[in-house]
């Protein structure tokens, strides 16, 4: 059996610690030997046991599933875990996604980003609750629609559709893919009861739906492949007509 | 429940600069086809010329007719351009951000946009001179008299510039059009979308490899011709007359 030499690795990371006066942002190279089947999660911590223990990342599921390690791989927003090295050029530079704040290294705070995004757009099931009646069975959905909103549902707020996104760069009022999303998610739902109008209060302006540029730097770099481009253009469409309807 | 008043002019704004890019968009179309005429023949060109002047249908020319198109392209051109300068990078600190993000990103639709606003900034002057010019002498428009435009007027390097522009402007801004509204998305959108996108370059490539054919024959026209003294083109079958 011919064994293959495995490649070297030389992963470069813009490393920074924002709660260090002493610090400055900077570029730092480790060499890491390639295995198969390597994530750059398994990468960032091979560096981090074998090279510099003081290396700042953020993984939970390891598996694409909660959106915790989320950053810039060679200039485009990714999850770490899911991208594997072999199909990346053996110099890979990571730096953390821009516009959150920055913990240390490669560590960001999107949760606190994300709370403050569902809190404006009140990412919740509106009802008029004096009328709610709890003991009725709830309203049947047809399971296309049912479908449409899982699937919407499945974003797990990694943030990489705004590190993405150039309009929200340049104008960090914006509220971005992932809110747009959620917002025709509950659009779609007809347990939620919020009108047409109301809608249109929260997104029908120019940080809303109006203030995309239709860049599709969502659409291309989200990892949970949710139908962004297609839902943004949903929700345009629903905003225009509120207006041209009223 | 008290009823809210929205404000609408948001929706309004988007939908008209979605709205007058289309319109322009396809008036380029036509625009560029027409004139290519001149590929066919000089008297195809003049036979067009007399069309858009009303000759087919009055029995007699009235530029006139080309002066009010003018005009009236002219302001939907100045209401997309307001409509659009909304958009564009409004200080260093947002050109430096959106320029920094496109090169790290190395993303195409991202470029794409940059290619617009590049465009269409360089229409607001390049397009005014063109509309006031067509607004002003609509007579002068015709196989000699255009040649002449072309080249004894020095208006070739600027048509030059205009065609690159306006054509890339044109069928990226359809492209746009069809993500941001989502029109033919069909079940599949990246197929849509790679449909959409094959047709806008190819669209681009015959438009331009078209309008510089017909840019090269004005030029040719224009350099083998003494046309200094006014001389105009004289049809052998269409007896129009002089304005």
Same mark, same amino acid.
């Given at each position: 059996?011919?064994?293959?030499?495995?490649?070297?690795l030389?992963i470069?990371?813009?490393? !920074?610690?924002? $709660?260090?006066?002493?610090?400055?942002?900077?570029?730092?190279?480790?060499?890491i030997?390639?295995?198969?089947?390597m994530?750059l !999660?398994v990468a960032l @911590?091979e560096?981090?046991?074998? $090279?510099?223990?003081?290396?700042?990342?953020?993984?939970?599921?390891?598996?694409?599933?909660?959106?915790?390690?989320?950053?810039?791989? @060679?200039?485009? /927003?990714?999850?770490?875990?899911?991208?594997?090295t072999?199909?990346?050029?053996? $110099?890979?530079?990571?730096?953390?996604?821009?516009?959150?704040?920055?913990?240390?290294?490669?560590?960001?705070?999107?949760?606190?980003?994300?709370?403050?995004? @569902?809190?404006?757009?009140?990412?919740?099931? $509106?009802?008029?609750?004096?009328?709610?009646?709890?003991?009725?069975?709830?309203?049947?959905?047809?399971?296309?629609?049912?479908?449409?909103?899982?699937?919407?549902?499945?974003?797990?707020?990694?943030?990489?559709?705004?590190?993405?996104?150039?309009?929200?760069?340049?104008?960090?009022?914006?509220?971005?893919?992932?809110?747009?999303?959620?917002?025709?998610?509950?659009?779609?739902? /007809?347990?939620?009861?919020?009108?047409?109008?109301?809608?249109?209060?929260?997104?029908?302006?120019?940080?809303?739906?109006?203030?995309?540029?239709?860049?599709?730097?969502?659409?291309?770099?989200?990892?949970?492949?949710?139908?962004?481009?297609?839902?943004?253009?949903?929700?345009?469409?629903?905003?225009?007509?509120?207006?041209?309807?009223? | 429940?008290?009823?809210?008043?929205?404000?609408?002019?948001?929706?309004?704004?988007?939908?008209?600069?979605?709205?007058?890019?289309? *319109?322009?968009?396809?008036? *380029?179309?036509?625009?560029?086809?027409?004139?290519?005429? =001149?590929?066919?023949?000089?008297?195809?060109?003049?036979?067009?010329?007399?069309?858009?002047?009303?000759?087919?249908?009055?029995?007699?020319?009235?530029?006139?007719?080309?002066?009010?198109?003018?005009?009236?392209?002219?302001?939907?051109? +100045?209401?997309?351009?307001?409509?659009?300068?909304?958009?564009?990078?409004? &200080?260093?600190?947002?050109?430096?951000?959106?320029?920094?993000?496109?090169?790290?990103?190395?993303?195409?639709?991202?470029?794409?946009?940059?290619?617009? +606003?590049?465009? %269409?900034?360089?229409?607001?002057? =390049?397009?005014?001179?063109?509309?006031?010019?067509?607004?002003?002498?609509?007579?002068? =428009?015709?196989?000699?008299?255009?040649?002449?435009? +072309?080249?004894?007027?020095?208006?070739?390097?600027?048509?030059?510039?205009?065609?690159?522009? +306006?054509?890339?402007?044109?069928?990226? %801004?359809?492209?746009?059009?069809?993500?941001?509204?989502?029109?033919?998305?069909?079940?599949?959108?990246?197929?849509?979308?790679?449909?959409?996108?094959?047709?806008?370059?190819?669209?681009?490539?015959?438009? *331009?490899?078209?309008?510089?054919? &017909?840019?090269?024959?004005?030029?040719? =026209?224009?350099?083998?011709?003494?046309?200094?003294?006014?001389?105009?083109?004289?049809?052998?079958?269409?007896?129009?007359?002089?304005?």
């Amino acid at each position: 059996m011919s064994e293959e030499k495995n490649r070297v690795l030389t992963i470069s990371i813009l490393r !920074f610690d924002p $709660h260090d006066p002493d610090d400055f942002p900077h570029m730092e190279s480790f060499e890491i030997e390639e295995a198969p089947g390597m994530t750059l !999660f398994v990468a960032l @911590n091979e560096i981090r046991e074998h $090279h510099d223990n003081s290396l700042k990342f953020d993984f939970v599921c390891r598996a694409g599933i909660c959106g915790s390690c989320s950053m810039l791989v @060679n200039g485009r /927003p990714t999850l770490a875990c899911r991208t594997l090295t072999k199909k990346l050029d053996p $110099h890979i530079t990571l730096a953390p996604l821009p516009l959150f704040e920055l913990i240390g290294d490669l560590s960001i705070y999107t949760g606190k980003w994300m709370r403050g995004l @569902n809190e404006r757009l009140e990412t919740w099931i $509106h009802d008029k609750e004096s009328e709610l009646n709890v003991d009725a069975l709830e309203e049947r959905m047809e399971p296309a629609l049912a479908d449409e909103i899982y699937e919407l549902d499945r974003c797990v707020e990694c943030g990489c559709c705004v590190a993405g996104c150039g309009t929200i760069q340049m104008r960090p009022n914006f509220t971005g893919a992932v809110g747009l999303n959620k917002v025709a998610r509950y659009h779609l739902d /007809p347990r939620d009861k919020r009108s047409d109008a109301e809608y249109y209060e929260m997104i029908g302006n120019e940080d809303g739906v109006f203030g995309c540029m239709t860049l599709l730097g969502c659409e291309d770099v989200c990892p949970k492949d949710l139908p962004l481009q297609s839902k943004i253009a949903y929700l345009r469409r629903m905003m225009v007509k509120t207006a041209l309807k009223d | 429940m008290r009823k809210k008043k929205i404000d609408k002019m948001p929706a309004r704004l988007d939908f008209l600069q979605s709205t007058t890019g289309l *319109i322009l968009a396809v008036f *380029i179309m036509g625009h560029l086809l027409f004139e290519a005429s =001149i590929l066919v023949s000089d008297e195809m060109m003049y036979r067009v010329t007399l069309m858009f002047e009303g000759y087919y249908f009055f029995g007699e020319r009235y530029p006139g007719i080309v002066s009010f198109l003018a005009a009236a392209i002219g302001t939907i051109f +100045v209401l997309h351009a307001g409509l659009a300068v909304r958009k564009f990078p409004a &200080s260093y600190r947002e050109y430096k951000t959106i320029t920094e993000h496109t090169k790290r990103m190395k993303h195409e639709d991202s470029s794409l946009w940059m290619i617009q +606003v590049i465009t %269409g900034f360089m229409m607001f002057f =390049i397009g005014s001179v063109h509309l006031y010019i067509m607004f002003s002498q609509p007579e002068n =428009i015709g196989p000699f008299a255009s040649s002449y435009r +072309v080249v004894d007027e020095l208006m070739g390097p600027l048509y030059f510039m205009l065609l690159i522009s +306006v054509v890339s402007h044109a069928f990226i %801004g359809l492209y746009r059009l069809a993500m941001k509204w989502g029109f033919m998305e069909g079940e599949d959108t990246k197929k849509s979308r790679t449909m959409f996108k094959f047709l806008m370059k190819s669209m681009i490539a015959l438009y *331009i490899i078209v309008g510089l054919s &017909s840019l090269a024959r004005y030029t040719y =026209i224009g350099m083998h011709h003494d046309l200094s003294d006014g001389k105009r083109y004289e049809s052998k079958t269409v007896q129009a007359g002089e304005h």
